[in-house]
Protein backbone atom coordinates (compact mmCIF):
# COMPACT_ATOMS: atom_id res chain seq x y z
CA UNK A 1 0.00 0.00 0.00
CA UNK A 2 2.36 2.46 0.71
CA UNK A 3 4.22 1.80 -2.89
CA UNK A 4 1.11 2.19 -4.45
CA UNK A 5 0.88 5.51 -2.22
CA UNK A 6 4.35 6.92 -3.18
CA UNK A 7 3.66 6.19 -7.16
CA UNK A 8 0.18 8.07 -7.29
CA UNK A 9 1.98 11.12 -5.53
CA UNK A 10 5.20 10.72 -7.21
CA UNK A 11 2.66 10.49 -10.79
CA UNK A 12 0.76 13.30 -9.09
CA UNK A 13 3.61 15.50 -8.54
CA UNK A 14 5.16 15.12 -12.32
CA UNK A 15 1.78 16.28 -13.71
CA UNK A 16 1.30 18.88 -11.29
CA UNK A 17 5.15 20.46 -12.11
CA UNK A 18 4.19 19.93 -15.94
CA UNK A 19 0.77 21.82 -15.75
CA UNK A 20 2.85 24.33 -13.70
CA UNK A 21 5.35 24.85 -16.05
CA UNK A 22 3.11 24.65 -19.39
CA UNK A 23 0.71 27.64 -17.36
CA UNK A 24 4.29 29.96 -16.41
CA UNK A 25 5.56 28.87 -19.78
CA UNK A 26 2.64 30.46 -21.51
CA UNK A 27 1.85 33.50 -19.15
CA UNK A 28 4.74 33.91 -16.87
CA UNK A 29 7.39 35.82 -18.68
CA UNK A 30 4.57 38.56 -19.82
CA UNK A 31 2.29 38.00 -16.22
CA UNK A 32 1.84 41.91 -15.52
CA UNK A 33 3.46 43.23 -18.51
CA UNK A 34 2.99 43.60 -22.26
CA UNK A 35 5.23 42.59 -24.66
CA UNK A 36 8.39 44.64 -25.38
CA UNK A 37 9.35 46.82 -28.00
CA UNK A 38 12.66 47.71 -28.67
CA UNK A 39 14.26 50.86 -26.33
CA UNK A 40 14.77 54.30 -27.55
CA UNK A 41 18.23 54.74 -28.51
CA UNK A 42 17.63 58.57 -29.96
CA UNK A 43 15.89 61.17 -27.70
CA UNK A 44 12.04 60.53 -27.12
CA UNK A 45 9.67 62.85 -29.10
CA UNK A 46 6.68 60.34 -28.47
CA UNK A 47 5.46 58.39 -25.64
CA UNK A 48 2.19 56.15 -26.23
CA UNK A 49 0.02 54.91 -22.76
CA UNK A 50 -3.12 53.80 -21.90
CA UNK A 51 -4.77 50.51 -23.71
CA UNK A 52 -1.61 49.34 -25.98
CA UNK A 53 0.22 45.74 -25.53
CA UNK A 54 3.71 47.05 -26.53
CA UNK A 55 5.99 48.92 -24.28
CA UNK A 56 9.81 49.87 -23.78
CA UNK A 57 9.13 52.32 -20.52
CA UNK A 58 6.90 50.63 -17.33
CA UNK A 59 3.43 50.88 -18.74
CA UNK A 60 4.07 53.41 -22.01
CA UNK A 61 5.70 52.90 -25.04
CA UNK A 62 8.77 55.55 -25.43
CA UNK A 63 9.57 56.23 -29.67
CA UNK A 64 12.47 58.30 -31.09
CA UNK A 65 13.07 59.72 -34.48
CA UNK A 66 14.46 56.71 -35.47
CA UNK A 67 11.78 54.18 -34.34
CA UNK A 68 9.34 56.62 -36.39
CA UNK A 69 11.62 56.73 -39.69
CA UNK A 70 11.71 53.07 -39.48
CA UNK A 71 8.09 52.75 -40.81
CA UNK A 72 6.67 52.94 -43.85
CA UNK A 73 6.94 56.32 -45.43
CA UNK A 74 4.12 58.17 -45.98
CA UNK A 75 4.34 61.99 -48.15
CA UNK A 76 1.22 64.15 -47.63
CA UNK A 77 1.77 67.20 -50.33
CA UNK A 78 -0.98 70.15 -48.95
CA UNK A 79 -2.06 72.89 -47.82
CA UNK A 80 -2.50 74.06 -44.86
CA UNK A 81 -3.79 77.38 -42.76
CA UNK A 82 -0.46 77.60 -40.96
CA UNK A 83 1.90 77.19 -44.06
CA UNK A 84 2.41 79.18 -47.59
CA UNK A 85 1.03 77.36 -50.67
CA UNK A 86 1.74 73.49 -50.64
CA UNK A 87 3.52 71.91 -48.36
CA UNK A 88 5.53 68.25 -48.42
CA UNK A 89 5.23 66.53 -44.95
CA UNK A 90 7.16 63.11 -44.66
CA UNK A 91 5.71 61.16 -41.51
CA UNK A 92 4.81 57.55 -40.44
CA UNK A 93 0.89 56.22 -40.62
CA UNK A 94 -0.92 57.23 -37.43
CA UNK A 95 -2.31 53.64 -38.09
CA UNK A 96 1.33 52.15 -38.23
CA UNK A 97 2.43 53.65 -35.10
CA UNK A 98 -0.68 52.17 -33.30
CA UNK A 99 0.26 49.23 -34.64
CA UNK A 100 4.04 49.41 -33.22
CA UNK A 101 2.41 49.35 -30.00
CA UNK A 102 -0.61 47.30 -30.16
CA UNK A 103 -3.29 49.73 -29.41
CA UNK A 104 -6.53 48.67 -28.88
CA UNK A 105 -9.09 52.12 -28.16
CA UNK A 106 -11.63 53.85 -30.16
CA UNK A 107 -9.92 57.14 -29.20
CA UNK A 108 -6.69 58.96 -28.56
CA UNK A 109 -5.96 62.08 -26.44
CA UNK A 110 -2.87 63.82 -28.13
CA UNK A 111 -1.25 66.14 -25.96
CA UNK A 112 1.08 69.00 -26.98
CA UNK A 113 4.49 69.95 -25.59
CA UNK A 114 1.99 72.99 -24.04
CA UNK A 115 -0.43 71.01 -23.16
CA UNK A 116 -2.65 71.20 -25.59
CA UNK A 117 -5.08 68.48 -26.00
CA UNK A 118 -6.92 66.93 -28.92
CA UNK A 119 -8.98 63.72 -29.23
CA UNK A 120 -8.55 62.12 -32.46
CA UNK A 121 -11.06 59.11 -33.23
CA UNK A 122 -9.17 55.65 -33.84
CA UNK A 123 -11.26 55.36 -36.61
CA UNK A 124 -9.42 58.23 -38.52
CA UNK A 125 -6.45 56.10 -38.78
CA UNK A 126 -5.69 54.25 -42.36
CA UNK A 127 -2.89 53.15 -44.13
CA UNK A 128 -1.63 56.62 -45.63
CA UNK A 129 -3.26 59.19 -43.10
CA UNK A 130 -3.84 61.07 -41.22
CA UNK A 131 0.37 60.84 -40.52
CA UNK A 132 2.60 61.33 -37.59
CA UNK A 133 5.22 64.15 -39.66
CA UNK A 134 8.73 64.06 -38.26
CA UNK A 135 9.70 66.09 -41.52
CA UNK A 136 8.55 69.35 -43.47
CA UNK A 137 9.55 69.66 -47.01
CA UNK A 138 12.55 67.36 -46.39
CA UNK A 139 13.74 68.79 -43.22
CA UNK A 140 12.60 67.90 -39.50
CA UNK A 141 10.78 70.42 -37.74
CA UNK A 142 12.44 72.18 -34.45
CA UNK A 143 9.91 73.01 -31.60
CA UNK A 144 9.34 76.50 -32.67
CA UNK A 145 8.38 75.59 -36.22
CA UNK A 146 5.92 73.30 -34.48
CA UNK A 147 7.60 70.54 -34.17
CA UNK A 148 9.34 67.94 -33.92
CA UNK A 149 6.08 66.03 -34.64
CA UNK A 150 2.49 67.20 -36.44
CA UNK A 151 -0.54 65.46 -36.79
CA UNK A 152 -0.97 65.92 -40.71
CA UNK A 153 -4.23 64.98 -42.51
CA UNK A 154 -4.46 65.45 -46.38
CA UNK A 155 -6.24 69.08 -45.78
CA UNK A 156 -6.77 69.01 -50.15
CA UNK A 157 -8.89 66.32 -49.96
CA UNK A 158 -10.83 65.54 -46.43
CA UNK A 159 -14.53 64.20 -46.61
CA UNK A 160 -16.86 66.61 -44.41
CA UNK A 161 -15.86 69.88 -42.47
CA UNK A 162 -12.44 70.50 -42.70
CA UNK A 163 -12.48 72.51 -39.39
CA UNK A 164 -12.56 68.95 -37.44
CA UNK A 165 -9.25 68.17 -38.99
CA UNK A 166 -7.86 71.29 -38.40
CA UNK A 167 -8.40 70.45 -34.75
CA UNK A 168 -7.07 67.44 -34.67
CA UNK A 169 -4.28 68.73 -36.75
CA UNK A 170 -1.82 68.82 -33.35
CA UNK A 171 1.57 69.92 -33.67
CA UNK A 172 4.31 69.65 -31.28
CA UNK A 173 2.91 66.40 -30.09
CA UNK A 174 4.81 64.88 -27.48
CA UNK A 175 2.27 62.18 -26.00
CA UNK A 176 -0.55 59.92 -26.58
CA UNK A 177 -3.33 58.21 -24.75
CA UNK A 178 -4.97 55.41 -26.04
CA UNK A 179 -8.83 55.06 -24.55
Known amino acids: MRRLWTSWLDTTSVLSFAILVTFFSQIGPSAGRAEGLSAPTGDVLLTISGEIAHTNAGDTAEIDYEMLAALPAQV ?5 PWTEGETEFTGAALSDVLDMVGAQGTILHAVALNNYLVEIPVSDANDQAPIIA ?24 LPGDEEIYFVRAIWQLSRIEVR
Do not use: A, C, E, H
Not at 76 to 80: G, L, M, P
Not at 137 to 151: A, E, F, Q
Open 76 to 80: IVTST
Open 134 to 157: YLQDGNRMPVRNKGPLWVIYDFDD
